[in-house]
């Protein structure tokens, strides 16, 4: 039986050559490594800051990868030194560890095989916000070419995205927003409901801080009240022993 294999190309230039996906050509672990870069490049295209993308660090090739990596984007000034050297921090440690290939040793509750990838990764685009059907290979270049088209197809994931959401809710299941604005995505990808489904904050957060507010008030109030105790009390000891004898006590007309 014929089954596809990864075809991500490591930096020593071997091919992965794990088992592919069902209708991908990348392994799970490749394929959400390219999603990741994919999701990245969106966020620079919105205007964000320069973000340096370092291949996974999975092997001494992946290491020194990333170093060069590291070093042509500081001599370029393209990376803050500081994160620099926390990133340079990181990669020592990662090195490290491939210093001693005995102490990577199986697990004893495994066998050989390799993990159990799954039948199929239908939800992967909407998951990624990105456009169905994609070639992962070709995606730079198709967002620089059609950007507007790019966009309308990544809407259409997050619709369908959402419209699962919303159908679990009908069926009685728990379900919000964290905030990644997917609903009013996917209501501009054409899906009418979107927006029957809360948000996060005002969900459950909000609630809790309506009740911290009011434990708050209260606990303000009950300081108040001890403060104005002190203060009469404190007032009314210095009244009695004014009028008390020489000893600092009272008389017994004024006990």
């Known amino acids: 039986m014929e089954y ?26 490749h394929l959400r490594h390219r999603a990741r870069l994919m ?43 500081k994160r620099a050297h926390e990133l340079l921090l990181a990669l ?13 040793r199986a697990s004893e509750y495994r066998n050989d095989q390799s993990a159990a990838y799954p039948a199929s990764y239908e939800e992967f685009e909407a998951e990624y916000g990105l456009p169905e059907g994609i070639d992962l290979a070709d995606w730079h270049d198709y967002a620089e070419r059609k950007p507007e088209e790019f966009t309308d197809r ?9 419209q ?41 957060i909000r609630p809790l801080f309506c009740e911290g ?17 002190k203060r009469f009390t404190r007032g009314r000891n210095a009244r009695f022993t004014a009028r008390g004898d020489a000893t600092g006590y009272g008389s017994a007309e004024n006990g």
Not at 7 to 26: E, K, M, P
Not at 154 to 162: C, E, I, T
Not at 173 to 200: C, K, T
Request: charged share 20%; net charge negative.
């Open 92 to 104: 020592r440690q990662a090195a490290t560890n491939f210093r001693h290939p005995d102490a990577w």
């Open 154 to 162: 990544a809407r259409a994931s997050m619709a369908k995205h959402v």
């Open 4 to 29: 596809r294999t990864c075809t991500y190309i490591h930096d020593d230039g071997g091919i992965c050559n794990s088992a592919a996906v069902t209708d991908r050509n990348l392994c799970l672990y």
């Open 164 to 204: 699962a959401m919303v159908e679990f809710q009908d069926g009685g299941a728990e379900v919000f927003d964290y905030g990644n604005s997917i609903r009013q995505e996917a209501r501009l990808g054409g899906y009418e409901r979107a927006f029957e489904f809360p948000g996060f904050v005002p969900a459950y």
């Open 213 to 229: 507010n009011w434990l708050g008030v209260l606990s303000s109030m009950k300081q108040e009240y001890h403060a104005r105790i």
């Open 39 to 81: 999701r990245m490049a969106q966020y620079r295209a919105r205007g964000e800051h320069f973000d340096l993308i370092l291949p996974p660090l999975e092997s001494t090739f992946g290491v020194q990868s990333a170093l060069t990596q590291l070093s042509e984007a500081l001599a370029a000034d393209m990376i803050d030194p």
